[in-house]
């Protein structure tokens, strides 16, 4: 190992920036190269996209992350704008399906909705920037109390955590003054109706700047500075195989999607932050394959429906000049159509759901002029309950060595099941979100259970543990029997959870970059 230690990082988005920034600031003399098969689609590298405000501008780089490549020779993988609900859950424009129907398409029936982005920034740059905390049993077992504070609090920091965004929102009050109404007498204190953490910058018209993967590089984006000096990101460059032997990783295969041309890339260590299907995928195409690989697919279930806020209720709770007042902020912000977002968390044992509340001036979708809810005055509510996926070793995502994806890499053929336990479970949550619906006006979408794979919240297929024989890596990320092979992303949360899982797997990779740090230290030191 050299006195400049290289790492490189494959995949640009939350996890993988996470990875960069805490390894560059803990590792004085480290330099690190994040490796993208995407192309950059924003300025600043890895922002969201929700942040531009040219409607063309904004299509045109959702557009661009819908594949591999870009330009000309990008891949017509997107999903349909038609079937596109943007603020919800759904899977939405940025994304691409993994089973496209095409040549080299995935094999996923039973979980038809699964999709990604292949961009710099990854979801990041197209996410809700939901980050609410763990708690309870989806809290990783094997972390105490205390370096789990800790280590939320740093990937908070990281985020830009706004812990009540629109909180002045006279009509996000009210909202949570409604659905105090109807749920506060069954909610354990602290886990009650509230404002829902966010990521991202309030700006001084009331708006939000969305965080994107640039707020966790922060620094390393800094023109002149030493953490930039040491940092390099290279898009539209596919990483086709890890290279090791003996249990050391030497560096990666990789490919410049531009020229078609392919090299060694030599490294100290190797973080895989790509996501939790082709994370998995990269590790069996480079013969790294233990037994749970791909095993124990988890996700959030949603239920969701869309709501005409009821106009005696609300009048009650929020006076004319407030209205006035709250349509005259939004209108200085016409491209943003989240106005105010509010939650009831998960908790245990009487809770085991999470309910996020999204207010808006419109409907997700256009409604018929006749329609007796259509240009309501007080605006709609799109809320949606998550609901766990107990992990199961059936579920999961397995690769073929006799067949290829589009890209030349082993194609993934997805098992998926709901069983007795979840199909309770959202029975249960529907009947909740009826509940909260008929709080707070009245339908205009009936509550509906979204397709198997529609969080875009893929968990546990590279699950993190203290057992080899039922994880892919060890309490510190490392995949087991490697050093300087760490995995990183959603993938490696064990547990079941009910909600945006971005948070948690960036403290988790904050406890992976800051061993893996300490390693590559050593090693230069000796």
């Avoid at 354990?188 to 910058?201: E, F, Q, R």
């Avoid at 690989?293 to 009650?316: F, K, N, Q, S």
Wanted: with cysteine.
């Amino acid at each position: 190992m050299t006195d400049s230690p290289l790492i490189a990082v494959v995949g640009s988005g939350p996890i993988g920036s996470a990875y960069a920034r805490t390894i560059l600031e803990q590792s004085p003399t480290a330099r690190v190269i994040m490796l993208e098969a995407g192309p950059q689609v924003t300025t600043p590298a890895g922002s969201s996209v929700r942040n531009i405000v040219d409607p063309d501008e904004k299509a045109r780089a959702r557009e661009m992350s819908q594949g591999p490549q870009a330009g000309a020779f990008r891949e017509s993988l997107g999903i349909p704008a038609g079937a596109v609900v943007e603020g919800m859950f759904t899977a939405r424009q940025g994304t691409h399906l993994l089973d496209f129907g095409g040549d080299g398409s995935a094999h996923a029936a039973t979980f038809p909705a699964a999709a990604a982005a292949t961009n710099v920034g990854g979801q990041g740059a197209h996410w809700t920037c939901a980050i609410p905390r763990p708690a309870f049993s989806e809290k990783l077992p094997f972390i105490d109390d205390v370096e789990w504070e800790d280590l939320i609090t740093t990937a908070e920091g990281l985020l830009h955590q706004q812990s009540a965004a629109f909180s002045a929102s006279p009509i996000g009050a009210a909202i949570r003054s409604l659905l105090e109404g109807e749920f506060g007498a069954e909610l354990p204190d602290g886990y009650g109706v509230s404002t829902l953490p966010v990521a991202g910058d309030p700006q001084s018209d009331g708006s939000m700047r969305w965080a994107g993967a640039d707020t966790v590089l922060g620094p390393l984006l800094t023109e002149g500075s030493d953490l930039a000096s040491r940092f390099e990101l290279r898009d539209l460059t596919l990483v086709r195989r890890i290279e090791h032997e003996d249990g050391v990783v030497s560096g990666v295969t990789i490919q410049d999607l531009r020229t078609g041309e392919q090299s060694v890339l030599f490294a100290d260590a190797v973080v895989i932050a790509a996501d939790a299907f082709r994370s998995p995928q990269l590790l069996w195409a480079s013969g790294i394959r233990p037994a749970p690989l791909g095993r124990y697919l988890t996700e959030h279930h949603v239920v969701i429906t869309t709501i005409a806020l009821d106009a005696p209720r609300m009048a009650d709770l929020v006076t004319e000049e407030e209205l006035e007042g709250e349509l005259a902020r939004r209108a200085m912000n016409p491209a943003d159509p989240v106005a105010a977002v509010n939650r009831i968390p998960f908790s245990e044992p009487d809770h085991p759901f999470s309910l996020q509340v999204m207010y808006a001036e419109n409907p997700p979708f256009q409604l018929d002029p006749a329609h007796p809810a259509a240009g309501n005055r007080w605006g709609y509510v799109n809320m949606g309950y998550g609901v766990r996926k107990h992990p199961r070793i059936e579920d999961g995502v397995s690769f073929s060595d006799d067949e290829l994806d589009y890209r030349g890499l082993p194609n993934m053929t997805i098992e998926y099941a709901l069983t007795e336990v979840e199909e309770a479970e959202i029975a249960e949550a529907t009947e909740r979100l009826r509940r909260a619906g008929r709080a707070l006006g009245a339908f205009v979408a009936e509550p509906r259970l979204l397709p198997n794979g529609s969080s875009l919240h893929y968990m546990g297929t590279v699950r993190c543990g203290t057992d080899p024989a039922v994880s892919v890596a060890d309490p510190y990320s490392r995949v087991w029997g490697f050093e300087n092979l760490v995995v990183g992303g959603n993938g490696l949360i064990p547990t079941a959870n009910t909600m945006n899982p971005t948070l948690m797997s960036v403290a988790i990779a904050v406890r992976g970059a800051r061993a893996l740090a300490a390693h590559v230290g050593s090693r230069t030191a000796d």
